[in-house]
């Protein structure tokens, strides 16, 4: 472990009665430096938490925003329930999918963009909703999301998800 | 002994039957109680509930919904239905979503014919799916490890297997990864699925998700034969049947008997078999005619081994070895061949380290593992040497907080709270001495310091098992008098022993010692001590050697002496299942029949006499034990007091041991003979540059004989290792994966370093029992040796491995 990831886990190993507690922070705080959930941060956080790689590896899965392997830097997340299926998120998919020309849960060659439909985003008053990056878009048109594109093209979010 | 309140007792109504049940009963096990099976999926009676499959459903008057009966304790009062209509339209339901994307493959599913989700759609389930999308698909024919495929498509995710290896096994490294109907069972990164006790997923898997690649493919469950048999390949004496099919063995599968095995077998125990179907596997006598071995007819072998002991037998000059791997009637029939035909008391069934196989007082069941709140380990490596016990003890630690202590020359790896208390071997009996001491001078007087802290953990336990192996006399008459102490002071105190063999105990009482008859039996005089004999061959002071089911080539810890013993004894005969080390050195080589082929009584290290039933018959030329010995006696023209029928031996066997049970600390029970040797070497030597103490390391997997020609396990079995403390490993300047060159008094074997902080400073671990490089050649008759490590190949200069192209 990094001399920094140690101290982080013992920064939030503090903050919890069950030292267990700390193991989604801290694998959000890896994941915010590596890109994804290395099998390093699995076997550090089996570590800290006080259990095996295994069952680490177990939490880890079950949370679709902790990553397994490298995923582009923007990350883009179009809700496919009900009520923004209801609102034309089929058309908003199939409009991304073509204008990023990825599939669901591909990353772009070059590393850049990374896309995903998931289940409810909690948005339902206001759909379609898309996230990027954990921010929520509302009401979101293909029109939309064509400028939110431009300008997502022209930054550099870096490798990290933010992580808390 | 545990200090619970009595619990209550309610009475409730299932479907119009009244039951009266203890407070805190699950309605499942209160109608089961009442005759009525609900059926359950993810619950299991020895696993915490979790309520996860939902097709246990039962109506409950008073509450609305339908309730699940495995995790619903009973009320006083309660009316619970578990046939009404809403009830089997509820199982109808649940089991149309098991069934949503289950493949439907069962005509080529091993579990056809004994899977629940087959029995309980066929009596509760819709005839067909509403299902019209296609079927999620996942992964077949997953490779979890070395015993285990799994079918995720099969898959029910009921968690019995991830919650085994959680609650029962400790080990928590099977888990379920992703979630909702796309969870799988997985383990970390795919890594293989490794324990001891993986074969017992398959069987309590509901559905044919987990099958064993042992079993894979090879019968249909109504094809198969049954035998109730008994494990012998440690000295737990676990109950397991014997599957086979046109005589041949497919399976074992367990037979639970709670007091025993709580319903589990290790995968040793369940996977040793098919070394029966190997060329190896001894099918006929062989003779050595100039040099070599040629096979022989059954009555030829027998005529001339019985020639030549008999001839030794007249100058009194013969030696009888074995009884720990052969039953009870058997080893009985052994010492009685040895005594009543051949004339001898030169009969020894201790051909490793452990001296006495049985508690003289104070005797201990494995079920008082379970009220138990301190367990104390000298010396016995528990997971190694007797799995099934190993989870007992888990489960105490892990789900009653019980205690556990380890005293010995380093920490075996336990996946519970261990708290380790590191002595050489041959102070233990001080440091028991000196509790003793403590304990029976008081509290006041316990003052301060290590050995005061583990006084006051004695003193504050309620109930004390020890466990030890069997091998220190003077450790285990100190632990003897310890638990004398503590006995007088009102602690219920046991002891338990953990067999070098798995019928160590069994020979010990029927009287394979050289001092003592059947049943403890003093005799009042002594023949020769297996060693004593081996120490008379090698100088030429034996004639001939008898050695049955036993390969002291391997596990004598002086292997340099029974090398020269089997080298220079003019007549040697041996009778085992394969080949052994032992066996090649032997002159008439007699084929012995394994356990399957075979029926008798085992006895277990707790003294429990277990019976076993013949599920093979063996090859023609292959005999029991004994069969083979009542051919000698025949031939030899004696008077042979052993009846051919088996109820009346037993019954003989049972007269003679009835004195057998250790008894009080007044009238303990008599020890058998010990031979001078010492047990302090490790101290004496000093480790200097490159010279370690070596101690052996039992692994499960590890052995010679048949476990070594097996190819269910060949996969498990370890390389032989050598572990160096990190500093150690970097004085001699090597890295895990290097291989060294250990050369001691007998020799020199090559073994891969492993390192690691459980191995002590001037100590190498090196794994013992393996005929590739056997740890007995560094060794002395104490059971260490020592030995300088040079190394001899380098990780890094390991030959990259081959790659073969094609063309």
């Known amino acids: 472990m990094t001399p920094e990831r140690e101290r982080r886990a013992s920064e939030l190993v503090a903050r919890y009665p069950e030292s267990q507690s700390a193991l989604i922070p801290f694998l959000q705080f890896c994941q915010a430096h590596d890109g994804y959930v290395t099998q390093q941060a699995i076997h550090d956080a089996a570590e800290i938490a006080g259990i095996t790689p295994g069952e680490a590896e177990s939490i880890a899965s079950f949370y679709t925003l902790l990553f397994k392997e490298p995923v582009g830097k923007h990350k883009i997340q179009v809700c496919r329930t009900l009520s923004c299926m209801l609102r034309g998120a089929d058309e908003l998919q199939q409009h991304v999918r073509q204008r990023l020309g990825l599939g669901n849960g591909e990353s772009s060659p070059d590393g850049r963009f990374y896309y995903e439909e998931v289940e409810c985003l909690a948005a339902c008053d206001r759909a379609p909703c898309l996230q990027h990056n954990l921010e929520f878009h509302y009401d979101v048109t293909p029109e939309d999301f064509d400028r939110l594109l431009d300008e997502w093209r022209a930054s550099d979010p870096g490798v990290s998800m933010p992580a808390e | ?807």
């Not at chain 2, 029995?119 to 996942?138: I, N, Q, V, W």
């Not at chain 2, 489960?395 to 205690?403: D, G, N, Q, T, Y």
């Not at chain 2, 090398?563 to 220079?568: C, G, P, S, T, V």
Request: some cysteine.
């Open chain 2, 1 to 807: 002994m545990s200090k619970q309140p009595a619990r209550r007792n309610l009475t409730l109504t299932i479907d119009g039957r009244q039951v009266t049940v203890p407070e805190g009963t699950l309605v499942v096990e209160a109608a089961r109680q009442a005759g009525f099976n609900i059926p359950v999926y993810c619950y299991h009676p020895k696993m915490d509930p979790a309520g996860l499959c939902r097709i246990c459903l039962v109506e409950i008057e008073k509450i609305p919904k339908l309730q699940i009966a495995c995790n619903t304790q009973v009320a006083d009062g309660m009316v619970v239905h578990t046939m009404s209509p809403r009830v089997a339209e509820g199982r109808r339901g649940v089991l149309e979503f098991l069934l949503l994307n289950h493949p439907l493959d069962c005509p080529i599913c091993d579990k056809g014919g004994e899977c629940d989700l087959q029995d309980f759609t066929m009596s509760y389930g819709p005839g067909a799916s509403r299902l019209t999308e296609p079927k999620l698909h996942k992964p077949k024919a997953v490779d979890l490890g070395p015993t285990i495929v799994l079918d995720e498509e099969r898959c029910i995710l009921c968690r019995r297997c991830t919650r085994f290896d959680d609650e029962i096994a400790q080990e928590r490294n099977l888990v379920v990864n992703e979630r909702g109907h796309h969870s799988l069972i997985a383990t970390a990164d795919g890594s293989d699925y490794r324990s001891y006790f993986s074969g017992n997923t398959t069987e309590i898997c509901p559905v044919g998700a987990l099958t064993s690649k042992a079993y894979r493919f090879r019968s249909r469950p109504w094809d198969l034969s049954h035998a109730d048999s008994v494990c012998t390949q440690c000295s737990v004496g676990c109950n397991y049947r014997i599957d086979s099919r046109f005589g041949r063995i497919m399976r074992t599968f367990t037979r639970e008997n709670t007091a025993v095995d709580d319903g589990w077998i290790c995968d040793r125990g369940r996977y040793t078999f098919n070394y029966l179907y190997e060329p190896s596997r001894l099918r006929q006598p062989l003779i050595k005619r100039d040099g070599e071995h040629q096979p022989a007819t059954f009555d030829e072998a027998i005529a001339i081994a019985a020639e030549r002991l008999r001839t030794a037998a007249r100058k009194g000059s013969v030696g009888i070895i074995g009884g720990g791997r052969l039953s009870d009637e058997e080893a009985f029939a052994l010492q009685q061949f040895a005594r009543e035909v051949l004339g001898t008391d030169n009969i020894d069934h201790r051909v490793g380290l452990q001296k006495y196989a049985s508690p003289s007082r104070h005797e201990a069941r494995l079920e008082d593992i379970d009220d138990a709140s301190l367990i104390v380990i000298f010396g016995a490596i528990t997971p190694e040497q007797a799995p099934i016990l190993d989870l007992r003890l888990r489960r105490a630690v892990a789900r009653r907080h019980a205690k556990l202590l380890f005293v010995g020359p380093y920490k075996p790896d336990l996946p519970v709270p261990c708290r380790h208390v590191e002595y050489t071997p041959g102070a233990i009996a001080e440091l028991m001495e000196q509790l003793a001491d403590v304990v029976h001078h008081g509290r006041e007087e316990r003052g301060e310091g290590f050995v005061a802290e583990i006084a006051q953990e004695l003193a504050d336990a309620e109930r004390i098992i020890a466990v030890h192996n069997g091998r220190d006399p003077g450790a285990i008459e100190a632990l003897e008098k310890l638990m004398d102490r503590l006995h007088d002071y009102d602690h219920p105190v046991g002891i338990l022993v953990v067999g070098a063999t798995g019928n160590a105990r069994g020979a010990e009482a029927a009287g394979c010692v050289p001092n003592l008859g059947p049943g403890y039996a003093e005799l009042g005089r002594s023949g020769m001590t297996a060693a004593e004999m081996f120490a008379a061959a090698a100088d030429g002071k034996l004639d001939a050697l008898y050695i049955a089911g036993a390969n002291p080539a391997l596990t004598f810890p002086d292997g340099e002496l029974v090398r020269r013993a089997l080298q220079r004894v003019p007549f040697l005969a041996v009778a085992d299942q394969v080949l052994t080390e032992t066996a090649a050195y032997a002159d008439v080589v007699l084929a012995a029949a394994s356990f399957a082929e075979k029926s008798g009584h085992v006895t277990n290290l707790e003294g429990r006499q277990q019976a076993f039933a013949q599920a093979i018959e063996p090859p023609v030329h292959v005999g029991s034990d004994l069969r083979i010995l009542a051919a000698f006696a025949q031939t030899l023209g004696k008077e042979w007091a052993i009846p051919d029928d088996a109820d009346a031996l037993f019954a003989q066997l049972r007269h003679v041991q009835r004195a057998a049970r250790p008894r009080s600390p007044k009238d303990p029970l008599p020890r058998p003979r010990v031979d001078e040797t010492s047990l302090s070497s490790a101290d004496q030597v000093d480790a200097t540059h490159q010279r370690f103490t070596i101690i052996p390391v039992p692994r499960l997997y590890a052995g010679g004989g048949a476990s070594a020609h097996d190819p269910g396990i060949a996969a498990m079995r370890p390389a032989p290792f050598a572990t160096f403390h990190p500093d150690d490993a970097a004085r001699i300047g090597v890295v895990h994966g290097d291989m060294v060159r250990l050369q001691g008094r007998g020799g020199s074997i090559d073994v891969e370093v492993h390192v690691g902080p459980q191995a002590p400073t001037g100590v190498a671990l090196v794994l013992a029992d393996m005929p590739q490089a056997p740890v007995n050649r560094l060794l002395d008759a104490s059971g260490f040796g020592s030995a300088t490590a040079i190394k001899v190949r380098s990780v890094a200069a390991a030959p990259p491995e081959t790659i073969e192209v094609t063309a």
